[in-house]
């Protein structure tokens, strides 16, 4: 079952699924947008499209959330 990504919340780009040893994060497809620089925090792809798509990326250097 595919997993329906909302575009960046950044840049209005597509986001995309990442995914690597078990962990999941969704980010824009476009490398120089702060929205592609997302750490791999989800244990499922469900819950990586699930935070993408409310517009809570969260960054790999800090942990924080950005607000909007
Ligand atoms: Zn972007």
Redesign the pocket.
């Known amino acids: 079952m595919p997993i329906k990504l909302l575009p ?6 597509p986001g995309q699924m990442k995914t690597s040893q078990g962990w999941s994060a969704a980010s ?3 490398v120089g ?4 620089q997302i750490a791999l925090t989800h244990q499922s792809e469900g819950s990586a499209a699930a935070a993408w798509n409310h517009r809570m990326p969260v960054h790999a250097e800090t942990g924080t959330k950005t607000a909007a």
Not at 33 to 36: A, L
């Open positions: 960046c919340p950044f840049c209005g780009r824009c497809t476009d947008c702060c929205g592609h």
